[in-house]
């Protein structure tokens, strides 16, 4: 919905459409009856609606559960004249769909066509194809180009909003045969990425990384864990290399950061999950049978969200995608149920990552 037919829907409204009379301009609405208006809007078209002018952007709708991700879908399409960048975002509320197309128009998407997501943080993603990486922002549809990667990588995440001066991006690479390394650090505006080869690793595949307080953390297969210092560029291996099963690692396992506490999540069975909490003091992964008041949502970059007050009924829960649909693994049942707060049915094609809203 561009910005005119957003005014026009709002004269219908507000009940000034078709009065020649107007007796404030539309710039200069109380804040209550801008309130009162937005009320009446979902949560895309209060963006649009907040982007009007200045004034506007005085409403105090809250979204309903503001603090969840969204559901996100992307695929690359085609048509006569360039390569689109596709994005459907579904909201987590009860009983209703809110889905709305971003579609990119852009030449030098040409180039980009076919890139992959590694990495969702703070509303951005990190896209790869082959050397080629880039942020995206599909809420406001920014690119911001990175220089080609010259590692082959496994693991690859950002430790801060790409537009701000401390972003670091933050690319991995390694084997069960080999005990090599390779460890790539870049920030928006380099020239090219700082890479390494010489640190020795655990030997095994590395599952997941994740940013925290100046580090990045790595797991690997069967539980070990490195950590990557951003300061003085120093990596160190924080375990022994054989601390879970391997079984356990038969699929991808997931790490959550959360408040400075690192979550493990290792698929069990085919709609099962064993959780560990990292001890460190101790230096180990412990299994838990409880997250606490918060839940865990699963992909290429997972989060971890606070369960309480509005949202308490999605606590001690692990929520990921499986086929076509989101589902959700209770810790309490030890059950998997099908959402209900993200119950759509998505096409096998585009992918599906979990990302944070927009801020309004």
């Keep these: 919905m561009d910005r005119a037919m957003m005014v026009r829907r709002l004269k219908h409204l507000g009940g000034f459409e078709g009065n020649r009379k107007e007796f404030r301009p539309w710039s200069d609405l109380p804040v209550d009856v801008l309130n009162i208006i937005a009320e009446r ?3 895309i078209e209060q963006l649009y609606f907040r982007l009007v002018c200045k004034n506007w952007r005085q409403s105090q709708v809250v979204p309903l559960y503001k603090n969840l991700p969204w559901l996100m879908e992307h695929s690359w399409t085609y048509d006569d004249k360039n390569v689109n960048s596709e994005c459907r975002f579904h909201l987590p509320t ?29 509303g951005w993603l990190l896209l790869q194809k082959s050397t080629l990486s880039f942020f995206y922002n599909p809420y406001s549809k920014s690119i911001i180009k990175l220089p080609d990667l010259d590692i082959g990588f496994n693991r690859s995440t950002f430790s801060s909003v790409p537009t701000s001066p401390d972003c670091v991006c933050f690319a991995i690479q390694s084997s069960k045969s080999s005990s090599k390394m390779w460890l790539s650090t870049c920030q928006p505006g380099d020239r090219k990425w700082s890479s390494t080869v010489n640190f020795v690793g655990p030997k095994k595949a590395v599952e997941d990384v994740v940013y925290s307080n100046g580090t990045f953390y790595c797991v690997f297969s069967e539980g070990a864990l490195g950590a990557f210092c951003v300061a003085d560029s120093d990596w160190s291996l924080l ?4 601390l879970i099963p391997g079984e356990m690692f038969t699929s991808r396992a997931h790490m959550v950061e959360s408040n400075g ?3 493990l ?11 560990f909490k990292f001890d460190w003091s101790e230096k180990t992964w412990d299994r838990t049978h409880a997250l606490g008041c918060q839940a865990l949502f699963l992909g290429c970059t997972s989060f971890s969200v606070s369960a309480e007050g509005e949202t308490s009924g999605f606590a001690e829960r692990i929520y990921y995608h499986r086929d076509t649909y989101s589902f959700y693994y209770s810790l309490e049942t030890k059950q998997s149920y099908q959402c209900t707060f993200y119950p759509w049915i998505t096409k096998p094609g585009p992918e599906r990552i979990w990302i944070q809203p927009p801020e309004i």
């Excluded at 375990?239 to 054989?242: A, F, G, Q």
């Design 265 to 275: 999540v290792c698929p069990s069975g085919s709609r099962c999950f064993k959780v």
């Design 261 to 263: 506490q690192l979550w």
């Design 41 to 43: 809007l979902d949560f």
């Design 94 to 122: 009860d009983n209703r769909s809110h889905v709305t197309c971003n579609k990119l128009r852009r030449e030098e998407l040409n180039d980009l066509h076919g890139a992959v997501i590694c990495a969702s943080r703070f």
């Design 239 to 242: 375990t022994d290399v054989d």
